[in-house]
């Protein structure tokens, strides 16, 4: 799982039908200091996480499955906590 | 899942048999700003994008399989939605 | 399975019910010399790391699927080491 | 999946008894101009790929698992395609 | 499967239980001209490595699980084979 903030939204017409109706965010992972490291993963969100917030992914097809219902989805990453910010 | 863009694509006279008849796309991760980031995926595609599109791809082997019909494919990234672009 | 170091926790109100009650550690990876190298992970963990200790993280998300029991909790990386210092 | 080349290979006198018989290649990920990128990956490979030749490796273990018969087998990444070459 | 160099071990008196008794090593990833490349992991080793010796190690848990005979082990990496040096 990675600590990452969301940079923004995908839109997609044609995809993959397990999709449609999912937010696809894309969520920038980050050093222990916060600052961008790495590939941004695009995640599907269910908690309505806004623009700059940070969250907690996950890549996990089979927990991710079971969020769209669909066992023939290709979907991977899903955002599965938003960090508590003060 | 990541963001990329097409940007080739191989093709192989000798391959696995699951993999005939698909084309086999190569994509360029993209960091946050469209730039390249991270080694290119070779993803197979059922949704014709075209070069130089954006698009999101998927490392699930388990629905890539299924896409292309074949439980022993060693297929695994597979483009799964077209980017809108203005 | 990756040398870490814990370099803080994250604390989200808004999560995957399966997350409930455990800690979530932010987990440094370390190269050979000891340096920090890579992106954290955020691992569960059992095992009460403190602050700033060298831990072994694991990825397996059977594992940890099983470790908090909840067949469809998205949880994956896990701490399942303390390394033991002089 | 990626493009890499095949760059040497791997003697193991000592090794998992699934991988007899089988060549173990050292693959080195491509980037889209053909540059090195990445780390190598050690690939079975049942194709004949030739020193220097473009192959497509697949991370996938269950298919690696099939092509090798042993269910209990760790083999990972394999070659599952020739790049044509002019 | 990546190529490695061990490059030391981790010693963990508080760890999962499944991994009582299995020596822990740090495998250094290597490029293709032998130098450190990439983040080290910690790998299960029956083979008997011994230090600054060149291995291949795989990722998959499921044949790292069998090895353990456990099969709710967060074991991942292990040695699948000692590289032959002049």
Known sequence: MLLARVEGNVTATRKH???DGWRLLICQPLD???AAEGTPQVAIDAHGAAMHQKVVISSDGA?????VGNNKSPVRWMV???VDEP
């Open 80 to 82: 599965i906590g938003i």
């Open 17 to 19: 039908p397990s999709l």
């Open 63 to 67: 927990a991710a499955r079971k969020s």
């Open 32 to 34: 222990k200091a916060g």
